[in-house]
């Protein structure tokens, strides 16, 4: 009988603590619907709007409007006192006529484009709100408005306007009196029509900075970018605030290069990721130099280089020789190139290999980061057609402007102390300008001033002494 009782309440227990699961479950299924449909109650309000397709703003069929309950087709495009407007995934919508907002948000993958002179946010009650998690396009547009703005991870900011983006908020496309809040980790495009100031609103550190402005950027704060500096065309203007590219030699960042070109200060971190790729597009404000920079040697191959493009002759360094991480690089007609091995093995040494002119008349030169006082042969100059002897006293040869028209200078590094023959030859092999020049032992230069009247074309410039013979291709100019 005891059995029988024991094996009874045994199964009544189970039965109970089955049911009472059951119901938890239940009623945990309930909550978690509630709480999805309070999720979707609470996101939107009665007579809030969002896009279903691009178009302009004016049109009515891209709309649709919440009643509380469910999304229907809008009527109207929206007002002035709508609450809240969602410009949704993948849609792409232009702003062409001057409007009020009071919260608006564009999602991941949408884009607006704000076509007029004014937007203003400002909410019915208390502060509005502007959100980006895809792009905005502001081209010169003002922002303005007692609302807060905030561009989020992986955001896109395109910036249209003369004045950039000012931190203080009285200039350039973002003049709202709230919160601005930039992300470092969003992107930003400068592409106005006129010379843009960047203003110094920015974040100093960001993921990508692209210029697509053919007039020009000018820099008003330093950057550094954590990814790619993106030159799709026109001059990045640095002044005196550098750009850095990379975060170290782990983590080097990129140059994408389509059709632009960075004037001034700029630095780039490299490393095995790019070890192949350190290339500087540099720009004098006329014309532009492609610089590449190469090792050979493991331990070479990490490190930071700056290249700095400098206004006036290189007259003014005569008193002040460089040294083997510090040397000028090229010369043109408007200033000179300096590069300087910031980071890296303290022995290391820039030496160049080659300095040719592409059919864009755009010259490229290019460098090894090698070992002190490197003794074996390398060719200075594409084409050149003199052999060069086994001992180089004599490196580093630049010579600039090229192409050039009345004048150059040439600017080389020796070994040692010595006697050095400069000659300058046309086409056909005839001497038209020969000297004999000291050469002292670190940096030497000299300029070439034409003394009659040198026609158009190619020219050879000899530098030799006992045991060496260098030459260098010069273009003169029409």
């Known amino acids: 009988m005891r059995n029988r009782q024991t094996a009874y309440l045994s199964t009544r227990m189970r039965i109970v603590i089955g ?55 809008a009527s109207m495009p929206p007002e002035s006192n709508i609450s809240k407007i969602i410009i949704s995934k993948g849609n792409d919508v232009h702003v062409t006529e001057e409007i009020v907002v009071s919260m608006i948000s564009i999602e991941e993958s949408a884009k607006l ?23 905005l396009e502001m081209g010169t547009c003002i922002l303005e408005g007692n609302g807060d703005f905030v561009l989020a991870n992986g955001a896109t900011l395109i910036i249209g306007s003369d004045d950039g983006i000012d931190k203080k908020a009285l200039s350039g496309n973002i003049q709202m009196k709230g ?44 950057f550094i970018v954590i990814e790619s500096l993106n030159l799709e065309k026109g001059i990045l203007f640095t002044g005196r605030f550098p750009v850095t590219i990379g975060t170290s030699s782990i983590a080097p ?36 130099t492609i610089f590449t920079f190469t090792s050979d040697i493991v331990e070479y191959q990490k490190g930071m280089i700056e290249v700095v493009s400098h206004e006036g002759t290189l007259a003014q360094l005569s008193s002040n020789p460089f040294d083997a991480r510090q040397v000028v690089i090229g010369i043109t007609e408007y200033g000179y190139y300096t590069a300087l091995l910031s980071n890296g093995p303290e ?51 630049v010579c600039g402007p090229n192409p050039f028209k ?58 030799s002494n006992t045991s060496e013979i260098h030459t260098v291709k010069l273009i003169r100019d029409k």
């Open 19 to 73: 049911t009472s699961i059951v119901a938890a479950a239940s009623l945990l299924l309930i909550v978690v619907f509630n709480l999805s449909d309070v999720k979707e109650t609470r996101a939107f309000s009665s007579g809030d709007y969002r896009t279903i397709s691009s178009g302009d703003w004016g049109q009515t069929d891209i709309w649709e409007v919440f009643d509380g309950k469910n999304w229907s087709e």
């Open 113 to 135: 484009s704000l076509e007029a002179n004014v937007l203003k946010v400002s909410g019915s009650s208390g502060k509005g709100s502007f959100e980006v998690f895809g792009t």
């Open 179 to 222: 919160k601005v809040l930039l992300n470092r980790d969003a992107n930003y495009i400068f592409n106005g029509t006129v010379k843009q100031g960047s203003g110094n609103g920015l974040p100093g550190m960001i993921k990508n900075l692209t210029i697509s402005n053919s007039s020009g950027v000018v820099l008003q704060q330093s």
């Open 253 to 288: 960042g990129a140059i994408d290069r389509n059709n632009g070109s960075v004037c001034g200060k700029l630095k780039r971190w490299y490393g095995t990721i790019n070890k192949d790729q350190i290339f500087f597009p540099m720009n004098d404000g006329k014309a532009g």
């Open 347 to 397: 022995e290391a040494w820039l030496k160049i290999t080659s300095a040719l002119s592409d059919s864009n008349n755009e010259n490229k030169v290019s460098w090894k980061i090698t070992k002190s006082k490197v003794k074996s042969p390398v060719n200075n100059v594409a084409d050149s057609k003199s052999k060069i002897e086994s001992h180089e006293g004599i490196q580093n040869i």
């Open 406 to 463: 009345d004048k150059f200078f040439v600017r080389f590094f020796s070994d040692v102390a010595t006697t050095a023959h400069v000659q300058l030859m046309n086409s056909g092999g005839q001497t038209v300008y020969s000297e004999q020049m000291n050469v002292y032992e670190g940096s030497n230069q000299f300029e070439y001033i034409s003394k009659s009247d040198l026609p158009p074309g190619v020219y050879m410039l000899r530098i």
